[in-house]
């Protein structure tokens, strides 16, 4: 009976030891884990985004733009993920490297080419921080491509925003508090885009596009430049532009793009015909022109700081780029190198033969959106957007097309 209950002791303690072995074996694999995970910092910040990026919350307070920018939008989907906020959740630094992508139009779900765009800007530029900045709460990534695209890329920040905080402190925080830019307007997400760059560029420096365009080369040699629009030099364009942060070209932009509404808009009221814009009477509240406090206002600015009243007085050769002061003024073969009246050939057969040829100086190349949205990338046709899809955005362009030969 003493031999049987000494085995039974013997048994019992050695699950005992076997359990308190199994214990501490856990315990050393989860200190193991826990110290690779906060050893290794792009592992460590990838998770702290996903994990930002989960179920959308609820009841939270709506300011007065997103009612109005958000309103007959779809905010459903099978996987919405809420997105963390700028300057609540994360802060850009103050930095040349920032590259800037906005969304003011509050969609859930922005189309393959805003993503293809967004990924191009992230492939070739490895060394900066690429934000998109997203007017809605969440973005729909039912399809997987947000999350595969920030897997793929450890520099894309995908973040929303609290406009009305991004204009706290700004030249243009009284025009955007306003409201006016807003009431009756036509255009109300061009008009926050025109301004929200600016605000956005003011306060952490770096590159802003717009989303319709495919980075084909790192655009960190370009510091402090804008753009000409065509080769005429006669026009400037706000697609594409780059400056250090409080740089005096954007302080004079604001002041422009405020005096600008205030006086567009009271020429408006007077039903005045100016010899800037003709405005209708219909619309008391807003500059009628699509590209008032845009391209308009950032052409005004340039003049200005290169001293000049006539784009005929600029030195050098169409070809060159003019320097005035810390501005430089780009020929648009650099950032545009096909104007808007060449949309076509974006997407027609066969022109993306010798691509890389004949955009071999270009660093950006855009898509014209308001003019190309119908158009459709079919593969297989060598076009210049197709090809540039392809090469640029090799996640997303095998994402749109895996279940079709168009997107």
Known sequence: MLE???????AEG????KRCLGYILMTAMACAMMTYYF????ISSYSFRLNIISEPSVNQDIPWWREVLCKGTDQQGARMLELPWLQRDVEPPESDSNIFLVETAC?????????????SWSRQNPSSQVWYVMTSLTVNDTDGLVSRLQEQYSNLRVVGADVEKIFEGTGLHDLFSSRKWIMKAKWPAVKLSDLIRVAILWRWGGFYTDTDTVCIKDVSPLRNIISFSNNKRNHISNGAFQFKHHHKFLELLMEVQTKRFKFLATI????VISFVVILPAKNPQQPASWASLGPEAVSTVAKKLCNITDWSNLPGSKGDPVECGDLTLLPPKYLLPLDWTQNKRLF????GEYFFSKFNSTYVIHLFSALTRNKKLHIGENSIYEVAAKTFCPVTFKHATADSDSF
């Open 4 to 10: 049987v209950h000494s085995r039974a002791n013997r």
């Open 14 to 17: 050695s699950d005992r030891m």
């Open 348 to 351: 027609a057969k066969g022109s």
């Open 268 to 271: 408006s009221r007077r039903r």
């Open 39 to 42: 050893m290794n910092p792009q």
């Open 107 to 119: 969609k859930t779900t922005p189309s393959f080419r805003v993503w293809c765009a967004i990924e």
